[in-house]
Every structure is written in C-alpha cells, then in structure tokens.
C-alpha cells in the first residue's frame, strides 16, 4: 500500500497483468479479431450487397441451422430473426404472443423491462409479476396464470441466473437469453421461445434479434397476429415468412449477421456448446472462486447456484472505491467492467463470454489485486 492517493504511474499495470484483449464488457462486447479479419477478407463480395441474394441469404441460412445445431433443436422448432434487437423483440412479443395476459419473472432491469411493456400495451390485461429484489435467488410462481410465462436465462443486469423450465399448464414459455445464449447450457425443449441477440456471448454487433420457437409458439404467432392491428416491423407472422426465405423483412446490418456466422463456425468447430460454455464455466470458476474470501471482494449473487457464468458481479467493501478501480483499470485500457448504470452498487461487472479466454480473465483478477494493493485504504 503507497497512500490513498497513488500517482498514475502508480496505477500503471506491469506488462504481465495485462490481459491480451482489454474486453470485459457485457454488451457489446469483445469481438474476435478473426472473425473481423474473415469479414474484411470477404468484403467485397458481401459487404454492400443485396440481402435479398444468395451471397447473404447463404450466411443467413448457415446461421440457422448453426443455431439448430448448437441448441440441438428438437424436430419443428424454426429459428426466427427480424431487425431490431431484443428490446424490439419484447415489444413483438406483446402484439404476437401474448394473448391475453402474460407472467413475469422479474429479477433486475432487463426482465422488468419486458414485464413493463406488457403492462402497457392497452390490448393486453395487468401481467401477472413475481418479482425478486436485484441479487436474490428468484422466486417462481406457485401458478403461471398468463398464456406466455416469461422469465430471463440470465439477467444481465445483476448476474441472477433462472435455470430454463417448463411449469404446468400451457402457457408458452418465453425465455429472454440474450446474454445467456451461447454461453449457457439449457434443453431448448423446456422453452417454447428463446430470444436473443448477437452482441453477447455471439461476439457480434447489435441491432438484430433472434428466436428459437417451438411449433407450438408458430401456431401461437399465426393464430394471434391476425386478430388485431399489428405494426408490420413488430408482426412475427411477418417474421416468419421472411425467415423461411433466410431474409428480414427490412435490411439488416450485413456486417453483424457475418460476425455472428464466424463466432458460431467457431463454436461448432470447437464442440458446440459444451465448449464455449465449457470456456465460461472456467472464467468463472476462477472469478468467483477469486471473490470468494477475498480481502475487499465478494461475489453479489450469494447462492451459488443463482451466480451468473457469463456476467460476474463482484461487490467490494466500503474501504474500495470501485468507480476508481474501474477507471485504474480503463487507463490501462481494460475497459468496461464498470456496473449496471442502474443498479447502483460498489461493483464490477465482468463479462465471462465464450469469446473473453479465460486466462485473460485470470490475469484481469491479478490486475485488480494489484491495483488494490494500491488504492485500497
Ligand atoms: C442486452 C440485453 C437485452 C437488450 O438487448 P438489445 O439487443 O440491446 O435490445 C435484453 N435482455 C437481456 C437479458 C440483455 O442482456
């Protein structure tokens, strides 16, 4: 320890705490420099083309059946993919597949978001909400009452996972796995439609949203969407033709399909998803296992169980300024670490994706303890 106020000099990481890729955000977050270097080869005959040819529906195809494959995706179900991202995604769910009333788990941001879009929309009844405070283990229902349940795989926001499960009854089952998918191993089974978007564990860019639905939540699409007034950016029946035909409805970020083509390639190159979960739980093994009986540390999530593997949160004690820490760190070019804007905590955030290698995730907890030998008072 040098004082409560070390120099930048002081704060300067030694060259062997310093991770190879600075990366540690959870969303956007850290594209492999292969599959840009891939995307700048090919650019020519993809980037600027038409989305409506073969150079990119072919792509668009490989990551269907990508995504078939890595999911191992029972007979029937169809992966769904439209513009917009997950958030956009909440707000089709509202007008094709909620009939009536849906039921929320909610655990943090992310998933109050999509309870609150239900809540909103005037052709829908009050939701019904299970709510748990931020870090919890979840609660569940005792009985889903809505027609869709929905709940997230991993809530981003706080490092809360929900295993994915199928209650009694008939409602859909409705999983946001934005952050969750690719990095976590679930049975697609036990959901009816699992959401997602590429700038997570896909290690790609935002802005487009993808779904694995089971043929139940198809027929759902197609019985619901007609009977009222659907905008046609948010109409998944629409969606489903246009998937069908390895297309959206309107045009995608070309670049964003491509990287997320390569990181899955990548994937199933390497084992599926045994392998890039296999990556997380290692990363975080080591993060919490860092945590656990640390001198200012501890991990946020207390059951074990519940503890996010793609998105660590780690709560320091009241003798660490984690703002700081997580400025120190930036400096050194180790960015984004800092926590959910609204959760409001003394906290890192550390994104463990299948893209982050998990001896750089290592070298990231020496860098912090050697920071906080420097800074901790
Ligand atoms: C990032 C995230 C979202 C929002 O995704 P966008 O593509 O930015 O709309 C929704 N849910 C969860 C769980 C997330 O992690």
Not at 183 to 195: E, H, I, K, L, Q
Request: charged share 25%; glycine share 8%.
């Amino acid at each position: 320890m040098t004082g409560a106020h070390p120099t930048a000099d002081d704060l300067r990481l030694p060259p062997e705490l310093l991770p190879a890729d600075g990366r540690f955000g959870s969303g956007p977050s850290k594209v492999r420099d292969q599959a840009v270097a891939s995307l700048t080869e090919v650019a020519h005959g993809y980037l600027g083309t038409s989305h409506r040819r073969e150079g990119v529906r072919s792509v668009v195809r490989d990551v269907r059946s990508g995504l078939r494959d890595l999911f191992s995706l029972p007979d029937g179900y169809e992966v769904l993919l439209g513009v917009g991202g997950s958030t956009l995604f909440w707000d089709a769910a509202s007008f094709g597949l909620i009939e009536r009333r849906s039921t929320h788990i909610v655990i943090g941001e992310f998933s109050s978001k999509f309870a609150q879009v239900a809540r909103a929309a005037p052709h829908l009844d009050e939701p019904q909400v299970c709510e748990t405070a931020p870090g919890e283990t979840p609660a569940r229902p005792e009985t889903v009452e809505g027609d869709v349940y929905a709940y997230p795989h991993n809530e981003t926001s706080t490092g809360v996972t929900v295993e994915v499960h199928r209650p009694a009854g008939d409602a859909l089952v409705v999983v946001d796995g934005t952050s969750a998918a690719g990095g976590m191993r679930f049975d697609a089974s036990a959901s009816d439609v699992y959401y997602f978007a590429p700038q997570k564990c896909f290690a790609s860019d935002g802005g487009l949203w993808l779904a694995l639905c089971s043929p139940r939540a198809i027929e759902r699409i197609e019985r619901v969407t007609p009977t009222r007034w659907v905008p046609a950016t948010l109409d998944l029946s629409i969606a489903i033709e246009n998937s069908r035909l390895e297309q959206t409805y309107n045009t995608p970020a070309l670049a964003t399909i491509y990287l997320l083509d390569q990181q899955l390639k990548w994937m199933l190159e390497h084992g599926g998803l045994d392998f890039a979960a296999g990556r997380s739980e290692r990363s975080a093994a080591t993060v919490y296992g860092w945590a656990e009986g640390h001198k200012f540390a501890t991990p946020f999530v207390k059951d074990p169980a519940h503890r996010s593997p793609v998105t660590a949160t780690i709560d320091f004690d009241e003798r660490v300024d984690a703002a700081a820490l997580a400025a120190a760190l930036r400096a050194n070019g180790i960015v984004d670490v800092e926590p959910y804007r609204k959760l409001g905590r003394n906290q890192l955030r550390i994104a463990l994706f299948p893209a982050i290698d998990p001896d750089d995730v290592a070298i990231l907890t020496r860098a912090i303890d050697f920071l906080l030998e420097r800074m901790a008072v």
